[in-house]
């Protein structure tokens, strides 16, 4: 890190280190009444590699720390914590900080660095917007102490903006396993403002789609399920899928399993021909998902989560957004790694890491259902 010299004191800004733990812990203890990262927090995110955390001296002692972490899978990198011992403060110590965590979270290939503020103060929205965030956002009652908090961001790789992106509500799935239902709930309430998701819908969603089995445990939704679901509903629906063999049957061992699929496969089919689907029976192209974006439609992709969790399960998002670089995603899953709900809503993943993540196991699956405007 670079050296600087301020009001006399030398400023020192390096890498954390485990013998840092007790002065960031006193630090804590110092700078906030609420919402304080415990010994535990601080020995995980020194020794993780999934962040960037910088701490700074000044004449040799601890005065503060900025710690970013990233987004398993995607490009997004959000200021977790910034703090500096009040005797330190007005001295600029802040901003080196943060101008040194976006340094290093572009220079990890992060794109966007996100943040949340408390509302009142007002100091630190005023730096924050002094170094180019933008707010997008606000959140009610969502500290320790009930305050509000406003989400702000900024391009940190490069400074073009050609983002487009569609209004979509985030819900939650509440199962393992209704990750579809709830991307489609997503996308028809975006679409369809008197459309009322709810748990009852979720499950309901998820008997009319699901393939009965996967790998292990409960079965996840087939693309051409989903469909039927959204066009029952009263929604026209556009598929996408790479294959006319049935889904998933290569990772299940059990041969009646296999059997119990390939017959929900056929009767899907079948329905998706009485109905007069759409179906385009090859891989979807992203110039395709953008154009849905354009017109206002929101699709629905099956991604592989082997990026984001190390599990290779098949996971559907709703993408929520483009630029140049990125397509933007609501997952319906957040994360328990430190992840908030609000973390998994306008997810940017670049275009080429999405072409990989879009494929699913030794079929090669890649499938998409566009939910489109009347």
Not at 157 to 182: K, M, N, S, V, Y
Not at 338 to 349: A, E, G
């Amino acid at each position: 890190m670079t050296t600087e010299v301020t009001m006399a004191d030398v400023i020192r800004l390096r890498e954390v280190d485990e013998g840092d733990i007790d002065s960031l812990l006193m630090l804590e203890a110092e700078a906030f009444s609420t919402d304080r990262l415990s010994r535990r927090s601080f020995r995980h995110w020194i020794t993780s590699a999934n962040r960037a955390f910088i701490v700074a001296e000044v004449d040799g002692e601890l005065a503060a720390y900025a710690l970013a972490i990233y987004h398993a899978g995607t490009r997004l990198a959000r200021l977790y914590s910034i703090a500096t011992f009040p005797r330190f403060r007005g001295r600029g110590i802040a901003r080196q900080l943060l101008t040194a965590a976006e340094k290093q979270a572009s220079e990890d290939e992060r794109f966007i660095m996100r943040l949340e503020v408390e509302t009142d103060n007002q100091a630190a929205i005023r730096l924050y917007e002094s170094m180019g965030y933008t707010r997008f956002g606000i959140y009610h009652d969502f500290y320790d102490n009930h305050g509000d908090a406003l989400r702000m961001q900024k391009r940190i790789h490069h400074h073009r903006r050609l983002e487009r992106t569609i209004d979509i509500p985030w819900i939650r799935q509440t199962t393992p396993f209704t990750c579809g239902p709830a991307a489609l709930m997503m996308a028809m309430s975006s679409i369809d403002a008197e459309y009322r998701p709810s748990v009852h819908e979720e499950l309901q969603i998820w008997r009319e789609a699901t393939t009965i089995f996967m790998t292990s445990g409960h079965g996840g939704c087939h693309p051409i399920g989903l469909a039927l679901a959204a066009h029952q509903r009263g929604f026209q629906v556009e598929v996408w899928i790479n294959t006319h063999s049935p889904l998933f049957v290569k990772g299940v061992r059990d041969a009646q399993k296999k059997q119990i699929i390939k017959l929900v496969h056929e009767d899907y089919t079948e329905q998706a021909q009485r109905a007069g689907l759409v179906i385009h029976y090859r891989d979807i192209y992203q110039q395709r998902i953008i154009d849905a974006i354009d017109a206002g439609d929101v699709p629905l992709v099956m991604i592989s989560t082997w990026r984001m969790d190390g599990k290779k399960a098949p996971h559907w998002v709703a993408v929520s957004g483009y630029d140049e670089d990125c397509l933007y995603l609501h997952d319906p899953d957040p994360e328990e790694n430190n992840q908030r709900p609000l973390d998994c809503q306008y997810l940017p993943v670049a275009l080429e890491d999405f072409a990989r993540m879009s494929l699913f196991g030794q079929q090669r699956l890649r499938t998409a259902v566009i939910i489109k405007r009347n």
